[in-house]
Structures are given as C-alpha cells and as structure tokens.
C-alpha cells in the first residue's frame, strides 16, 4: 500500500485488504456520493474498523447500565470514565488492550500500551497515580511464551517507572490458548478537580487546530485496522503497525497539558492513539458539530516526504490534537516551548460536517467526520450466535468422576507453584510500586491496590479480575463472577465499589460461537454492575484474539477483564489479607460446597479441562459484601482474604506467607476434603480476629445471613490441617515466591 498515489482512485480489492466488506465500501461510495480515493478510503478503513467503531459490539454494549450516582461523563463521552469522590475531585479511570502489537513486538507493544491509557488519562485534565495491568500468556514452558512474558514485562515496567507512575497490582494468567495471542490489558487512574475536565470536542469556526508532542512518523500505521486482524504465522510482515514508545516525553506531555488545562485557552483536547490524526480530528468535530481544515505540510514529520495518508494514519506516540481559542496561540505555544514539546498549528475549526485534509495545496480527502464516528455513521451490526458444542459437553462434568487423591500434601504443594497461582513476584519487582508515594500497600498487602489521594485520609482501591477458564466454561456466569470478585476484592480491602471499566478480549465476532461468548458475557456483567451498583464508564472490546496456525484458527479463551474501582474513606482504616497475631481465631464466611469446577485443582492436577463454572449465587455474594463493609467498619477483624483461584488452601496459606505466620483448621466433614480445601466455590471470605472482638464479631454474623465457621486459629509457622503438616510457612513460601523465575 505504500506506493499508492493518496489520490489515486480506491479500488474494492484495496478496500477488502485493509479490513472493509464489500458492502462497507459499498457504503461509503453512497455516502460520498463517490468512488472515495485511496486517502479517503484509507481513513474510513481505521474509523470503521471494530477497533474504532465497535460495529459488532456496540448494539450489545448499549444494554450494559451505565447511570450512577457518582457518574461525571457518559460512558464513551471522553476519553475515560469519570466519577466523583467527594471533596471537589474526580477519578478518571480506564482499561484498555494492546494485545496485537504485543504479539508481533512484546516489549513496544506493552510500552505503548502503558502509554496510551495514562495519555487517555491525563488529556482528560486528570493526574495518573497509579497503573494495573492483566495479562495472559500461553505454555509457560516455551520458548515462545518466555520471549513474550519477559519482553511485555520489560516494556511495562520500562514504560511506567521512567513516565513516574507506580504499578499497584494486576494478574498474569497462562493458558495454552493464549500460545501466540497473549492479552496485554493495560489500566491507568488519575485525580483531578472536578471543575477542570478538558472535554474531547471541537467548537467555536475559526478556532486553531493544534498537533503537540512528538513529531509524526511511519510507526503504527493502519495499526487499528491491524487490531482487527487475526495473528497468522505472516503476521511479522505488518511490523509496522507497532508504535514505539518514549516515557520521557510522554512526562513532557503530562506536565505541559496538566499546565495548560488550568488555562483559559483551551477548548477542547484528544489524544492520538489508534488511526491518528483522523480518529483525533474526526471525533473532536463529530463532538462539537463542527468541521476542521487541516494543512499536513505543517505536521512535524520524522522522515521526509511523507505521503498524506501515512501522515493522517500514523499512531506515532506522544502527540495530542489541541483545540484552543483564537488569540491565545502564543500562550498555548509558552507552555509547550517551555516543556520542549513541538507546538504546531495545523488548521482551524469550521462551520459544518466537513474535514478537509491537504497537502502541497492540494485537497487529499473531504469527508463528513459525522459518517466516520462510532454513533454517527459507522456501521453498527446485530450478529449471529449460537452455543457451541463443547457447552454441553462441560455441563456433563461430574465431581464422582474425580477420585480425592491420598495425598492433599502433594495437592498443596503443586498449587503453590503453579504459574496462576504462584507468586507474581518476578514480575512486579520490575514494576516501581513506590514512585509518588501514594502506595499505602507497600508493608500491608491487600486484595485491591490502594493509592492515597493526597490531601485527603481517602484513598481509591482498585483492581483487574477475570478468570478466563470460568468464562470459556460460561460465559454468563464467568462474567458475573469476574465483576463479583472485582467488587469482593475491594471490600475486603475496605472500599466501597464505585463504577467499572472493561476491556472486553473475544475471538472473531463472525463466528457465531465466539459471539455467542460475547453474548453472554454482556449478560453476566450488567446483571453483577447492577446488583453491586457499578455502572459501566467505559473500556474496549478487542475482538480477533486468535491465532491461525497451520490453517487452523486457534481461539483464546474468552476474556472480559473487569477494572473496577472503589473509595476507602479512611486509608487508616483499609483491610490487608495478611495474618496479626498469633492465637488470632480463623473463620471461613460464605458457602461451602462440594465443588471443584473450573478449578486450578482440576484443569491441572487432574488433568480433567471439561467442566462448568464454580459454584456461584449473586444474592449470596452481595449479601457477604454487606457483611465485610460492616465488619471492617467495626474493626472487629484483623486481616480479610477472599477465596479465588486455589480456594480456601491457597487462601490461608497467601495469609500466612505475607505475615510469616501459620495456621491450624480443621475441615467440614460435611464436603469432600479435596472441594472443602481446593474447590473454587464463590463468595467465601477468610477473617482473623483477636480474642477481644470474637464476641462482638459473633454477635454480628448472626444479624446477616451469611454462613460462618470458625476453623482454626493463627499459629507461630507452620501449615497445619487437620493435624497433619502441608510444611512450614518458610517452606512454603520458597516454593510460592520462586516458582515462576524458575520456568523464565
């Protein structure tokens, strides 16, 4: 495509080539009352691109509740959700994927993508303070795998400590589905004043258009377009489609926009992330109902003679498209002289539905901005679904069929050192935890991370849940318990569960089967947001997530990641996971069951890959939540840990490992020894509490109905279960801390 003349006719072939249908192009030729040339064609392939449009997602995403009464922005309105926190401030927060161009080059490709969710962040008026980020790599045990996880780590971790901003969590996951398509989700959150919002619009004809930041160059060409692709083993041909990241003038770009946001010139202001300078400019006009004139020759370039298209297509990092109102060009130009930032004008606001493109004089491309946008005239499809067949085959599994093996020891130990449960620690200790100071879990670990907000006792917990094997073994109720465990873990971590975003990771939406999990996902997430009153601000769907091998295309598991965030009223107050005292009594709160579906017990120990969902019931879940919020609000617990992948075993012993302390229980002989210790049953809590609030703490379970046992008590080191010994905590936690490094 490199060759192509920018006004030269556009062909059906060309168009079929860079991701449009033949009636898509169709389309666009009744739209323009035209054949469009191959700029103009080039533009409406990234802006209808699922990566831009959301054209097969967004019929079902409309169905998703997204009102509340802490709700700043409609979801989709700006670049990222917005609620309030009291006190004058807002938290902007968003999530967002960069999984193929971490498939084609790991370290630029997460780089990128911790860049572009802070730039989301901060065009916004708002101050990133603190990152999370979800990741799912393939067999641990390749090659292929370890080249991957070490270059989206390196790049991470790169990205973030130089840009400044502390990575307070996150979750890795492994999965052979994900062998040659991992998923590279990347979350940012930011404070601001509520009154200093930069709205992502254009107004006000003759206003100037400016491009700041980097200057443009050929990186990340048709790259949304490329996000709307399969990963084939060819793949490494579209290299180019991959930007490259600069932390440290991304700060730049932090600092001189946060300066100019507290100015009076601005009118409006977009990040260039996916398509550019046409998804910028387009967005902005469509917002405001206006136009834009932009002169190309005048857009900072890296390499010369550089043609119209590549200029508008390019997602070159670094850069935003500034608004500003005229007669203030030389204040806006200050701030960003100041900072060493180019500052250029590119053009102006005009009246009407129209953006023109130029370039040597010449008009490349006119087109309406409305026709080009998601809600304006992008196509928005209702496609076909229908249950695979492998649903019923799990729906066959039974745990009879799943003999308790002789040796729980054993059992114990191979969950602890399995990659999805294992100490993340190679991981994060790349990742700068501490930078601004506003990490309260540094010495106190929590299910959620938790970031001070300065100036106040609040503090926003936040968290990144899926687990991807519940979700492939139902859709609806994976996804209600990814929002559930999301909200779970910032409750027990002492915050009140705010809004959500999401970023939604399928295979192709034109396979019924994959939209069929889809589907049912959106089912199973507006039926937890509603229930635990998390309105959804906003995300993204990252459709295409699979990989074609040898022919054969290999879907990975359906994942929609769930970041949500919550307020703690008194950061002094926060609940951590890890165990006090010695003597402390143990209680497991919520239902036990004689379960072990979908559960790291049975995928990988026995081996058994066919089975539903755990255990699940939303009306319990939301109960137990009520019952946490009023304990830690009491202060009648010491330490709080909810059960999730390992189940109560893994449970206790994370409890124990971050404080070097033990535990003594004893079981339910009412359950399976394997389903009570190892099942992965929802809506369970582990509490400790001293010997002075066991009364008060009894007292007030019975006021909720929530099941309680007391199973054991806090010992000096050692894991003991039912008198028997799974080890000592130092044992132990070798075996957790360094299980991961010895596969890298």
Known sequence: MKNKSSLQIATLDQAIELGLKKEEFQEICTIMGRTPNFTEMSIYSVMWSEHCAYKNSILWLKTLPKDGPHMLVKAGEENAGLVDIGDGLACAFKIESHNHPSALEP????????????????????????????????????????????????????????????????????????????LVNAFSAGIMKVDELISATSSGPGNPVFIVGSSTGKDGIHGAAFA?????????????????????????????????????????MQDMGAAGITCSSSEMSAAGGVGMKIDLDKVPTRQDDMKGWEILLSESQERMLVVVEKGKEDEVKAIFDKWDLNCEQIGEVTEGDKLEFFQHGELIASLSPTSLVLGGGAPQYERE????????????????????????????????????????????????????????????????????????KKGIAMTVDCNSRYVNADPEVGTTIAVSEAARNIVVSGGN????????????????????????????????CKKFSTPVTGGNVSFYNQSIVDGKEVPVFPTPTIGMIGLVDDVEKSMSMNFKNIGDAIYLLGHSKNDISSSEYLYNFHNVKASTAPYFNL??????????????????????????????????????????????????SQYRKDAYLFGEAQGRVVVSVSDESKANFESLIKEFDVPCEAIGKVNDGNFVIDDESFGKVSYCKDIYDNALASHL
Request: proline share 4%; aromatic share 10%.
């Open 107 to 182: 370290y630029q490709g997460a780089a990128t993508g911790v860049g572009g969710i802070n730039r989301d962040i901060f065009t916004m008026g708002a101050r990133p303070i603190a990152q999370l980020n979800s990741l799912r790599f393939g067999d641990i045990k390749k090659d292929r795998t370890k080249w991957l996880l070490k270059g989206v780590v390196k790049g991470i971790g790169d990205y973030g400590n130089s840009f400044g901003i502390p990575v307070l969590g996150g979750e890795v996951f492994f999965d052979d589905s994900f062998d040659q398509n991992p």
């Open 228 to 268: 709307s692709k399969d990963i084939t083993e060819d793949s490494m041909d579209d290299l180019p489609a991959v930007q490259v990241g600069d932390p440290f003038q991304e700060k730049l770009l932090l600092e001189a926009s946060l300066e100019l946001s507290k100015s009076d010139a601005i009118v409006g």
């Open 385 to 456: 679904y229908k249950e695979p067949a492998y649903y019923n085959e799990y729906k066959n599994f039974k745990i009879e069929d799943v003999e308790v093996p002789s040796d729980l020891v054993e059992v114990g130990h191979f969950l602890l050192k399995q990659p999805n449960i294992c100490s993340k620690k190679w991981v994060y200790e790349q990742y700068d935890s501490m930078v601004g100071t506003n990490n309260i879990n540094t010495n106190a670990p929590s299910n959620a991370g938790i970031a001070l907000i300065k100036g106040t």
């Open 497 to 528: 569960p705010s809004a959500v975003t999401n970023c939604l990771n399928f295979g192709n939406p034109y396979h019924p089967e994959s939209y069929w999990q889809f589907v049912g996902a959106i089912k199973g997430m507006s039926a937890a």
């Open 619 to 668: 009306e319990e879940e939301y109960e137990l939540h009520q019952l946490i919020k009023q304990l830690i609000s009491d202060s009648l617990i010491n330490a709080a840990h909810d059960c999730a992948d390992g189940g109560l075993f893994v449970t206790l012993a994370e409890m124990g490992m971050s404080a070097n302390l033990g535990f003594k229980v004893k079981t339910n």
